[in-house]
Nanobody, 125 residues
Framework: QVQLVESGGGSVQAGGSLRLSCVVS????????MAWFRQVPGKNREVVST????????YYSDSVKGRFTVSQDNAKNTLYLQMNSLKPDDTATYYC??????????????????WGQGTQVTVSS
């Protein structure tokens, strides 16, 4: 069975950095998309970044572009989200997701069928 396991969340001061990890097991196909989403209470889950597995093409939302970076370690079957210059508005629960469907990467949560457990990121001013 496909499983996604996240780690790396925590509490930091504004301007600090965190690196989130998403380890994928039970999935060996090179097709599909992975994504990072985040959610705060009372708001919809919003996309942070998407990563097309077959091409490594990466999308970043405007709110994080230039501060966050996605990378991949194929040997460890792991996707990373490096978060720099963190702001209080980045405070949220962050989720890793996988959509095995061949094609482009969605920027809404619906098509993603596998999710990590979520990890809390708190940025204080």
């Amino acid at each position: 069975q496909v499983q996604l396991v996240e780690s790396g969340g925590g509490s930091v001061q504004a301007g600090g950095s965190l690196r989130l990890s998403c380890v994928v097991s039970g999935y060996t196909d090179s097709s599909g998309c992975m994504a990072w989403f985040r959610q705060v209470p009372g708001k919809n889950r919003e996309v942070v970044s998407t990563f097309w597995l077959s091409t490594t093409w990466t999308y970043y939302s405007d709110s994080v572009k230039g501060r966050f970076t996605v990378s991949q370690d194929n040997a460890k079957n792991t996707l990373y989200l490096q978060m720099n210059s963190l702001k209080p508005d980045d405070t949220a629960t962050y989720y890793c997701a996988l959509d095995p469907t061949v094609g482009g990467c969605s920027r809404v949560p619906g098509p993603y069928t596998y999710w990590g457990q979520g990890t809390q990121v708190t940025v204080s001013s």
